[in-house]
């Protein structure tokens, strides 16, 4: 089997003919089947997302979508996608795309089609494969900038001091949840010190990863 990890899915997408789906990556690998009907897929690196304008931080939805219109982008508003490589294809009914975590793409029905997609991790005796690919490059600012937009997301609520208070606790929650990973310690830090500075606040102030490491191997 090519998906031994699943997320989320499988998804069924029924769209008319000039269904737009705007510019967005998602935060997990994803298979696109179409099964009726031809789609027009466009992707962009996920190293190129700022030059593609993301939605200000503390947008809503779980996913970040983009500014630029992909069919016709208005360079004198968006000027740094000018020269931004994209990679398009028309898939077939019966054919497959993969799309990688936080990799931008915009989709179209050719057609009147039918689809379905399933998202999907790593296949991995490591519990955390797909948690420390994501933290690499390419997809790793991508990332960064999609949990600072869930950061943002979650600061007017009045238990956000309380998320802080178990920051790195949260996160560790947050992954298992969403990828049932079980990221170490280590990773946990990583993101801590990125949205603590982020926050402008001291990293000395919360619990320190090990705080948990206990309770998540027991």
């Known amino acids: 089997s090519l998906v031994q990890h699943k997320h989320n899915g499988p998804y069924m997408w029924v769209a008319p003919r000039g269904h737009y789906e ?27 997302f700022l030059s593609l304008y993301p939605n200000p931080l503390g947008s809503m939805g779980k996913t970040v979508q983009f500014a630029v219109n992909s069919d016709l982008p208005d360079l004198a508003r968006h000027p740094l996608a000018r020269g931004v490589t994209c990679l398009e294809a028309t898939v077939l009914p019966g054919q497959m795309c993969f799309i990688p975590a936080f990799t931008l793409h915009q989709v179209t029905a050719i057609d009147d089609s039918i689809s379905v997609n399933i998202f999907f991790g790593d296949h991995s005796l490591d519990k955390n494969a797909f948690f420390a690919k994501i933290l690499r490059p390419p997809q790793r600012d991508a990332f960064i900038y999609w949990m600072l937009n869930i950061i943002e997301q979650n600061r007017p609520s009045p238990s956000f001091a309380n998320l802080l208070s178990y920051l790195p606790r949260s996160l560790s929650q947050f992954a298992s949840k969403l990828w049932a990973e079980n990221p170490t310690p280590e990773q946990i830090d990583v993101l801590v010190n990125i949205i603590c500075e982020h926050l402008g606040i001291e990293r000395s102030l919360l619990p320190v990863a090990h705080d948990y490491e206990t309770r998540k191997h027991a």
């Open 22 to 48: 705007f510019c967005h990556f998602d935060p997990d690998d994803n298979f696109l089947v179409p099964c009726q009907g031809r789609k027009r897929v466009r992707l962009w690196l996920p190293q190129d």
